[in-house]
């Protein structure tokens, strides 16, 4: 079929509408006023059309992909598109129409060119608390329901007609522990959205209402015609995987995910069926943050960032999640926590998916730890919610060693300490790559992290951590990564193990050890060449002993050459390496 | 009086004359020597400077620019270099930002650190984030440290450690240590190059400077020495990223500073050939024998970047190791004439490697057997085997064609043409896809846009790439071919310096304080930027205070001066603020408002170089020289065309495509359907037909 419009257009409407969504990113960020936003660019934006329709996804805020295509749609519900003014924007973070906890507050903007509706922008930002039981608003122990954690908006228009409603932000106000940071995070979304109108209306202006809706359906098609170009590829085929979350609390055993992927003809049906029932904590993955992971794993192996992100893209794939299970939770089950799932939902999938696409298939990441330390610092009693991000390693694949401090999925960037310091009341005290955590392979995982945060005022840490109990696992006879740990003043006769979910009391002067997990290796150790094994050890992230362990390489104790002949007997005397991982 | 500007690329080193008394210039272009850059730069300028009969006692200054640095980089060339860092922070350098640049790539891994984990050495010191001293320097483990570096044959070294941006004391304590102890390391500190908060960023930048500095010093240090033993009595300037020159002193001492001299150059020569046909929006592509470098002007102006990226890994923000230096914003692909082509899954594949100067493309005759970009285009007629570099140069067309067959053409089964023209065709689309994300991934429109080509091989692909992108209009500079030497003539003198100094600012704060902190920060940046040098010319001082409401962690840019903020005083920054916040964001909130950093720039104008009207030799014009048979895919075929002599065009001439351009330095190709007028300078600007 030809094309409506022509080629120079397309691509630069498509670019521009693109340019609208990472203006609005740009403006969040650069505006915003929590750390998570300004350094951890913990938020996305995307472009929609008058239909609802997303046009343009920023490639930032994967846990965003499943609820952002769905939230305009849900606004229409409580304001009709003909009740909706030039200068409104509409704010949302129930999680089971948003992204699927509450501190994910949606800002929606319709689009208004020459006094008609002709679209939405759209931001999305992990705000630092929205109130509730927890500082930070992410508590897994103690929660039965989302009541406890936060303050929940239904669509609620907090601007209308560019007037701001001081009643709905006062009452905003009053239910988050830092109403300085929220209410400036709430404005820096909304002018996001401003700007992506803006050039929004430029491309109308210069191309015309139709232009602009001829290359959006253009661009559509286009995007679903490229992801089941790839799918038609993959030998057709249903391939399952199952995984163990550590826990949701102190006093639970662990929670089993399982699934399904289908390749069929040109579609991609994960099917989530045998996967445990949801849990009574803060700790269960909405439908909508685990259609975000599905939708993530099938750009990752088809379109990746070729195409930006946008509605056509969606269209191969399809969900069958058994309601009140882990992975679709009946209201009013909490989920502050859900973060914490992130890339343990992708990398299920993507585990699933490895006998029909091997050469992309890693081992098990590192789970990553988002601790949160909240109180009143100062003798004015300022309060203050620490969000961290503590991020380890990724899994080894076919080819190379995993990288470290890279997130598996997500977009955030780790908080400068510096910055951090300034900020907050704690001193990071050490900041460094775990010896002998990596999972061995012959092509090994990432190192775990540590981190060590000295508190420097009394508060409470609320921990959100996983693989305390089960390690990321390896690939074909690679090995599990080092178990992760959280440990209070260590080295100390104080010494204490805390729970990877637990919240606790600390005092002024207590060093909270944050470790993260060694991720997957690839492959059987004993195949890696002994020349990246001495790299390992002469760098320190593997210790002589563990290279003869783990890899059966024996190196000279000082000068750490590579003794052939004894590598040689060593591994040839070597009984295969057990299988790991659940 | 004269004024020599000189650039060294990759492939070719590019020298332009000036000559202040008649305005004329001259231009020269040759390889670069790869086993010892200078030599052939000293052949260079002798013989520059006796062909046009110049004593080299009358050149008054040169101006150098060169890519020296981020080839070391690239290249991983550097010398064993170590890092002394904070206790507890060894691993800054490995841990980086995390950004995952590609969210969707499985595989993605962060850049490898200049210095590997066994060279990073942590002592026992700490400051706050306010500066005061938490822990004092050990000073007995900077001795254990002192003699691992001397075990380690360690040939330079960095200290970077938290807070230094609050205070340096900590970071200067350990340098005078090193250096009563080990005198010969060069030890560069962080708060010399960076008063910034945000610690993998000035480690980074500190680390690279350490990296570079006993290839960069050493090498200026025997350039200058040649000058003087030669007769030159004048001075010698180095570009920098931020499109300014500095003097050798500064740059020896901080080589980050010009790590990408040489595009920034181009990107300068871009906005004065703009202006000069009258273009504010244009996108510049310098493509010469090694990489094509692409950079967005606005309005006149650059887009400038606060921070720069060296070596990226993939096209993408974040995937190469950051640099708090302000410079230039380009894009720079492995897209070159030196190219190299070949197979790869049944498609071709153009670079990222560049086969230089030494051996260089099959067609030089220097030993290369691997074809490249000029040498497909060599085959397809663009280039004219015996008038290459003027005629100094004979290109071997057989060979290439010999080339082309056996590693590209029977591969692939093509005929050699077939695989000449995808050769040219695949690093078209790579440059295309460059161009795209400077303009259109920018929801610019390239129809409204100058596509201005320079570059040795800039002018043949650019009608082409016009086409592509659907520009409608090209310039094709007279000086093409040395546009980054002409550029660094252009320039200003420039050195800007930046320092985290956070203050509330509002009406009732008193502005002298603030005041002495800026003076005192101009008095650094002149110590820094050897002021010495023009002794008796004061320096123009540009502000920029980055400011932001209380609690946001991004500022925006807030142009002022020191003779505004005394006038002003704090409530006129205040209301400057509102202005730029206000017009970049859409609205004002009623809350404090705080200043971060603050850059203070000092800048030496330089007197304007514009090519005086047919100012070259006052050539006579002259109609096309002979016919010449170039391959064009509308005619599937070669197709006889004319060829000019870019030296002989006349003003207000008309040239209709198919045409080919010829100047000593580049040729320029003109499409069929395109039209070109060549102007009273000898700029050619071709009206393209996108649309055919």
């Known amino acids: ?124 930002c992990h705000h630092v608390d929205v109130g509730g039981s927890a500082p930070g608003s992410q508590g897994v122990e103690g929660i039965v329901d989302h009541y406890q954690e936060g303050l929940r908006l239904l669509p609620v228009r907090v601007y209308h007609q560019g007037i701001p409603n001081p009643e709905v932000l006062r009452i905003i106000e009053g239910n988050v522990r830092l109403p300085h940071k929220v209410l400036g995070d709430l404005r820096a979304q909304r002018l996001g959205c401003l700007a992506a109108a803006h050039r929004m209306c430029g491309l109308l202006e210069r191309y015309g209402a139709d232009t602009v809706t001829a290359c959006a359906d253009e661009i559509l098609d286009r995007s679903e015609r490229a992801v089941r170009e790839v799918i038609a590829r993959i030998p057709p085929g249903r391939h399952e995987a199952e995984e163990y979350i550590d826990d949701c609390g102190r006093g639970t055993g662990p929670i089993r995910i399982r699934v399904a992927v289908e390749i069929q003809g040109t579609d991609l049906v994960f099917d989530f069926t045998g ?91 590192s789970s990553f730890a988002n601790p949160t330390f909240g109180g009143a610092a100062g003798p004015t009693g300022t309060p203050f919610v620490f969000y961290d991000v503590v991020v380890g390693g990724l899994g080894g694949f076919r080819g190379a060693d995993g990288s470290e401090c890279i997130a598996p999925v997500f977009s955030v960037e780790l908080i400068p300490v510096e910055i951090t310091e300034a900020m ?159 | 009086v004269y004024r020599l500007g000189i650039d060294i690329g990759g492939t070719f080193t590019d020298y332009v004359l000036h000559d202040e008394t008649t305005g004329t210039l001259a231009f020269h272009k040759r390889l670069t020597t790869s086993a010892d850059v200078l030599d052939g730069l000293v052949d260079g300028i002798r013989g520059l400077l006796e062909q046009h009969r110049v004593d080299i006692g009358t050149v008054r200054e040169i101006r150098h620019g060169t890519t020296l640095g981020s080839n070391v980089v690239v290249e991983r060339k550097g010398p064993k270099t170590a890092l002394i860092t904070t206790q507890g922070f060894r691993d800054i350098l490995e841990i980086q930002r995390g950004r995952r640049y590609n969210m969707f790539d499985l595989h993605i891994q962060r850049p490898t650190p200049l210095v590997p984990r066994q060279l990073v050495f942590e002592v026992r010191e700490r400051m706050t984030h ?35 941006y609050a205070n340096a004391a900590h970071e200067r304590q350990v340098r005078d240590l090193l250096a009563g102890w080990l005198p010969n390391l060069p030890v560069t500190i962080s708060s010399d190059l960076s008063l910034q908060a945000r610690e993998y960023e000035r480690a980074s ?161 220097r030993g290369g057997s691997q074809p490249t970009v000029t040498d497909a285009n060599l085959v397809l007629g663009y280039l004219n085997p015996r008038y ?70 800039g002018p043949t692909h650019a009608c082409r790439l016009a086409r592509e992108l659907g520009v409608g209009t090209v310039l094709l500079p007279m000086g093409a071919g040395v546009a980054s030497a002409l550029g660094l003539l252009a320039a200003d003198m420039r050195f800007d310096l930046v320092r985290t100094d956070l203050r509330r600012i509002d009406g009732d704060v ?88 603050w850059k203070l720039s000092l800048v030496w104008a330089s007197p304007d170089v514009t090519l005086s009207e047919r100012g070259r030799r006052g050539a006579a014009a002259r109609g096309p020289t002979r016919p010449c048979a170039v391959f064009l895919p509308e005619a599937n075929g070669y197709v006889t065309c004319p060829v000019y002599d870019r030296e002989h065009l006349p003003p207000d001439g008309i040239i209709e495509g198919p045409a080919v351009v010829e100047d000593a330095e580049s040729t320029a190709v003109i499409l069929p359907g395109d039209q070109a007028r060549v102007d009273a300078y000898g700029n050619i600007t071709v009206k393209v037909r996108w649309d055919v």
């Open chain 1, 1 to 124: 079929v030809a094309s409506l419009v022509d080629p120079v257009t397309l691509s630069v409407v498509w670019g521009g509408l693109v340019a609208a969504a990472e203006e609005a990113a740009s403006t969040v960020q650069h505006t915003g006023y929590s750390e998570a936003v300004r350094e951890g660019r913990d938020f996305s934006a995307g472009v929609f059309d008058i239909a609802g329709r997303l046009l343009a996804q920023v490639d930032i805020g994967p846990g965003h992909l499943g609820s952002m295509p769905f939230a305009v749609q849900h606004m229409l519900r409580y304001y009709p598109l003909e009740t909706l003014a030039p200068g409104d924007a509409v704010y949302l973070n129930d999680l089971y129409m948003g992204s699927g906890h509450l501190p994910d507050v949606y800002c929606m903007v319709p689009v208004f060119f020459r006094e008609l509706c002709v679209g939405f922008a759209v931001t999305c």
């Open chain 1, 275 to 365: 996967t445990d029932p949801q849990t009574a904590s803060g700790l269960n993955s909405p439908l909508n943050f685990t259609r975000s992971y599905c939708y993530w794993v099938t750009k990752a192996i088809t379109t990746q960032h070729v195409i930006p992100q946008n509605e056509g893209q969606m269209r191969p794939v399809r969900l069958v999640a058994p309601e009140g299970s882990f992975v679709n939770p009946r209201p009013p089950g909490g989920a502050g926590a859900r973060a914490l799932l992130n890339h343990r939902l992708a990398e299920l999938l993507l585990h699933a998916l490895a006998p029909a696409v091997p050469h992309l298939a890693t081992g098990a990441n």
């Open chain 1, 424 to 582: 907050e009341p704690v001193r990071i005290e050490r900041y460094a790559l775990v010896t002998d955590s990596a999972g061995a392979g012959q092509y090994r995982g990432g190192c775990g992290i540590r981190k060590d945060i000295r508190v420097l005022c009394d508060g409470r840490f609320t921990n959100l951590a996983d693989r305390h109990r089960f390690p990321a696992w390896g690939l074909f006879d690679g090995k599990p990564g080092a178990l992760a740990a959280t440990i209070l003043n260590p080295d100390t006769p104080g010494e204490t193990a805390l729970h990877s979910k637990g919240s606790y009391h600390v005092k002024a002067g207590d060093l909270i050890r944050v470790q993260v997990a060694g991720a997957g290796g690839y492959g059987d150790p004993r195949l890696r060449d002994p020349a990246a094994v001495r790299r390992d050890v002469i760098e320190g992230l593997v210790s002589v002993e563990a290279a003869r362990r783990e890899y059966g390489v024996v190196l000279h104790p000082v000068t750490r050459e590579v003794d052939v002949d004894g590598t040689r007997a060593l591994r040839d005397r070597g009984e295969r390496p057990e299988t790991p991982g659940p």
């Open chain 2, 130 to 164: 306010t500066g005061e001293v938490v822990t004092p320097v050990d000073v007995r483990e900077i001795g254990d440290v002192t003699r691992r570096l001397r075990e380690l044959e360690v040939e330079s070294v960095a200290v970077c450690f938290l807070h230094a």
């Open chain 2, 205 to 365: 930048t500190c680390v690279m400077n350490a990296y570079v500095r006993p290839v960069i010093g050493p090498y200026l240090r025997r350039l200058g020495a040649w000058l003087r033993a030669a007769g030159f009595r004048g001075d010698l300037f180095v570009m920098q990223c931020n499109g300014g020159l500095g003097t050798v002193d500064t740059v020896a001492q901080f080589p980050v500073r010009m790590i990408e001299s040489g595009p920034a150059a181009g990107a300068i020569a871009a906005v004065q050939y703009g202006r000069q046909v009258g273009a504010t929006d244009v996108m510049a592509l310098d493509m010469g024998g090694t990489t094509a470098k692409v950079c967005f002007i606005e309005r006149g102006h650059p887009l400038m970047v606060q921070q720069l990226e060296i070596a990226r890994m993939v096209m993408r923000r974040g995937s190469g190791l950051p640099l708090d230096v302000p410079a230039i914003d380009l894009v720079e692909i492995g897209a070159g004439g030196g190219s190299i082509a070949r197979p790869r899954l049944g498609t071709i594949q153009v670079g990222p490697d560049s086969a230089g100067a030494d051996p260089g493309p099959i067609c030089y005759g």
């Open chain 2, 388 to 457: 290459f570099l003027g005629g100094r140069m004979a290109l071997d067309r057989d060979r290439a064609v010999e080339g082309i067959q056996a590693h590209v053409a029977d591969p692939l089964g093509l005929d050699v043409t077939r695989a000449a023209w995808g050769i040219h065709e695949v690093v078209n689309a790579n440059m295309v896809q460059a161009l795209r994300m400077m303009s259109v991934a920018r929801g610019r429109d390239p129809r409204l846009l100058t596509l201005v080509a320079t570059g040795g091989a």
């Open chain 2, 510 to 597: 008193p502005i002298e304080p603030i005041l002495l902190r800026l003076s005192e920060l101009r008095e650094r940046a002149l110590a820094l930027a050897g002021g010495a040098a023009r002794q008796g010319e004061a320096p123009r001082v540009d502000c920029v205070v980055s400011m932001r409401y209380v609690g946001q962690g991004f500022e925006v840019a807030v142009p002022t001066t020191l003779d505004q903020l005394m006038a002003r005083g704090a409530a006129g920054l205040v209301d400057a603020f509102r202005q730029v916040y206000e017009a970049t964001y859409g609205e004002l909130v009623d809350e404090p408002v705080e200043a971060v950093h």
